[in-house]
């Protein structure tokens, strides 16, 4: 641990920026005061008699910093400035300017009964300055806006707090809740009071990433800059002991509460003949993994494997065969070109590109292996001048897609863009989930059927 830095106090002031502290340092060693700074021949002694001492309270990776505490220096100690950055970080402490300097009156900060009320939109914009101006981290420097530059300051400057606050003092201004009651603008909080230098730290809460709810968007303060990152619940270290709050002086919300994931009834067991693999991950009762055989397909055929032939294509991009979103029972024009399409994605040709399916196409298919369908250039409309469906590989975090951008501007035609806050771009994110999931309940969907991803029907409606 290491050892406390010591300065001497002067009561005409307390702000521990540089300045004032090489300030109090010079009038400390100064022979006579002047008047202006409040000397006096009989004051010395009292002036020199007090000593503030910092407890060692920075956080790993971004974390608060504990109290104050008053205490006398060991003999033959000499002052150390309050700032030092090699001195731990205070307390709750006032906004400081640009250079330093305290910003308002000085005193007591952190007054949680005077919290200023703001949205969830406003939350998640503030934190997107810090995220947009890439702030460096640090434990002792402060951001034009007045906030240290640590986690705790970034959440104090998102709440607009009016004060720095560090780990131990930030659940004074907020409510604990429930996992399942995060929403964006909520805070994940891990305060380790007996060593808060060991791994405490706090993120804001940016939404879930999907509906499984076991990652979700964490804007945050840490090395080396401000960043917003899809994280495992509820980080990732020590996550048992981060603890969701809700900000007391929020109002309202940016998007509806997330309706309960369904639990998904056990399927209807479908008898399967000797040696079969058991139905592929996402199968319809009745679907199989094991080729049927080449007389299933071809003109003239009307099966179920037909229908499952192409509902499986539809998923791997070949939507803009089926206008209609459907594949039917009956072998048509559609079901040999999706299946030639899909062929040559593998890079095959001639005689193995014959848009007729055989184990091997098979194969890939049920098990969702081999390359996806290339969806057309810029998406461009495919039959019935509906836009090709990518496929649904294509909206998941982090994937990056032309796609994407085209999906975000028709949501906005189609007046389902109101979780944007700029773009939409072509990197798949939580407001095109949003955005989607809107779209797909004005449906009429529920469930898993409104999860805002976006399959063939989702695709259909939106570039009818």
């Not at 309940?441 to 009818?464: C, D, I, K, M, V």
Request: with cysteine.
């Amino acid at each position: 641990m290491p050892m406390p830095a010591f300065e001497e106090y002067e009561p005409a002031g307390d702000c521990v920026c540089r300045g004032c502290a090489q300030g109090r340092r010079a009038l400390a060693r100064a022979r006579t005061v002047p008047l202006r700074d409040g000397g006096h021949p009989a004051a010395r002694g009292a002036r020199r008699a007090l000593v503030l001492a910092t407890a060692a309270g920075v956080v790993l990776t971004g974390g608060g910093a504990p109290a104050v505490a008053v205490t006398t220096p060991p003999p033959g100690s000499g002052p150390v400035a309050l700032d030092d950055p090699g001195s731990p970080q205070g307390g709750r402490t006032p906004l400081h300017g640009p250079k330093g300097g305290p910003v308002g009156k000085p005193g007591a900060p952190g007054r949680p009964a005077a919290v200023k009320r703001i949205e969830r939109a406003t939350i998640i914009n503030r934190a997107k300055l810090w995220l947009d101006a890439k702030v460096p981290y640090s434990m002792s420097e402060y951001w034009t806006d007045g906030y240290r530059q640590d986690c705790s300051g970034f959440v104090s400057m998102v709440w607009n707090l009016g004060t720095n606050e560090w780990t131990g003092s930030l659940d004074k201004f907020a409510t604990k809740i429930t996992k399942e009651e995060l929403l964006p603008g909520d805070m994940l909080l891990f305060h380790n009071p007996a060593d808060p230098n060991n791994g405490s730290h706090v993120v804001i809460f940016g939404g879930w990433v999907d509906e499984t709810r076991t990652h979700y968007v964490a804007y945050e303060q840490t090395r080396p800059t401000t960043r917003k990152l899809a994280t495992p619940y509820g980080y990732w270290t020590n996550a048992a002991k981060y603890v969701p709050y809700r900000f007391n002086g929020v109002t309202g919300g940016i998007v509806p509460p997330v309706p309960p994931v369904p639990v998904p009834q056990p399927p209807v067991p479908v008898p399967q003949p000797p040696g079969a693999e058991p139905p592929a991950s996402g199968a319809k009762p009745g679907d199989v993994t094991v080729f049927p055989g080449a007389d299933k397909f071809g003109p003239g055929a009307t099966n179920d494997h037909v229908a499952q032939l192409g509902r499986m294509l539809i998923e791997r991009g070949a939507y803009r065969f089926y206008p209609k979103g459907q594949a039917g029972r009956t072998w048509t024009d559609a079901h040999r070109l999706s299946t030639q399409a899909f062929q040559l994605a593998q890079g095959w040709r001639g005689a193995d590109a014959d848009g007729l399916p055989g184990a091997h196409t098979w194969r890939l298919l049920v098990e969702h292996q081999g390359r996806d369908i290339p969806p057309t250039v810029d998406a461009a409309p495919g039959p019935g001048g509906v836009r090709a469906y990518p496929g649904a590989a294509v909206f998941r975090p982090g994937r990056s897609h032309p796609a994407i951008t085209a999906l975000g501007r028709q949501l906005i035609k189609k007046g389902f863009g109101k979780h944007y806050t700029s773009g939409p771009g072509p990197r798949w994110s939580e407001t095109d989930r949003r955005n989607v999931e809107a779209f797909q309940r004005a449906q009429g969907w529920r469930g898993t059927s409104a999860n805002g991803y976006p399959g063939p029907e989702t695709w259909r409606r939106l570039f009818a």
